[in-house]
């Protein structure tokens, strides 16, 4: 059900066709490795959710930094595998291309994203925001030996 869920809200979001211009700037969180980049494909608003589509891209053995999202984020796995890790320092899933991701709401909901292989990891990535929240709030390492 997630992964269809997923299609659907990448798919809608694309149909919609609420474009702006792709910007690819630094991904944000705490910290970000060097050359992770994030592209925003589209962005609407429909009532009180933002829907973003987004493109990030991590390169090898760099990681998207400690992070947490106000709004549910749901992710496919273009290219790579991303080893995803909770507050707790524990992998709390590998995807691999192809993969589905969904990550939950909320400050409890800490974690990162990293790639510890040789190829880039591809994300796409719908963003189902409360209006006008950040794409991420940055979060401190919770004393794991990695960033």
Known sequence: MTKNLVRAGLAAVAVLGFSLA???VPASATPAGPGVTGTIISKTTI???DYV???ITLPPGQSTGWHYHDGTVFGAVEQGTLSHFDSSCASDGVYKAGSFIEEPAGARH???GRNLGDVPVVLDVLYVLPHGAPLAEDAPNPGCDFQ
Do not use: C, Q
């Open 53 to 55: 589509l987004r493109k």
């Open 47 to 49: 009532g009180s959710k």
């Open 110 to 112: 800490v974690h990162i």
């Open 22 to 24: 792709a910007t690819a």
